[in-house]
Nanobody, 121 residues
Framework: QVQLVESGGGLVRPGGSLRLSCAAS????????MSWYRQAPGKQRELVAT???????NYADSVKDRFTISRDNARNTVYLQMNSLKPEATAVYYC???????????????WGQGTQVTVSP
């Protein structure tokens, strides 16, 4: 089992910045993809950004050029730097990791508990 602990959410004014962190611990095989999703009230969960083990990144169009995803493979940690925040970014942000057991093979999916980000004057 893998546990994910998120931190860094909070209240910020429009135009401000926040940095989210998500650390994975427990019995880890090999973490491949690490991602951030978000879910606003009354809306479906959506992908914000994802990063492969080698560092290839992809972003939702709505956050390109303002958000940056990164990871520290030695610490099994993923980050999301969010700049120029807009009120529509208000949501619960969830960390996701894919842990690969190559011996079987099987990929196990894990989610964090979520951290609230509120962008408001």
């Amino acid at each position: 089992q893998v546990q994910l602990v998120e931190s860094g959410g909070g209240l910020v004014r429009p135009g401000g910045s926040l940095r989210l962190s998500c650390a994975a611990s427990g019995y880890i095989f090999s973490i491949s993809a690490m991602s951030w999703y978000r879910q606003a009230p009354g809306k479906q969960r959506e992908l914000v950004a994802t990063i492969s083990r080698s560092g290839t990144t992809n972003y939702a169009d709505s956050v390109k050029d303002r958000f940056t995803i990164s990871r520290d493979n030695a610490r099994n940690t993923v980050y999301l730097q969010m700049n120029s925040l807009k009120p529509e970014a208000t949501a619960v942000y969830y960390c996701y990791v894919a842990d690969e057991d190559k011996a079987i093979p099987v990929t196990n999916d894990y989610w964090g508990q979520g951290t609230q980000v509120t962008v408001s004057p």
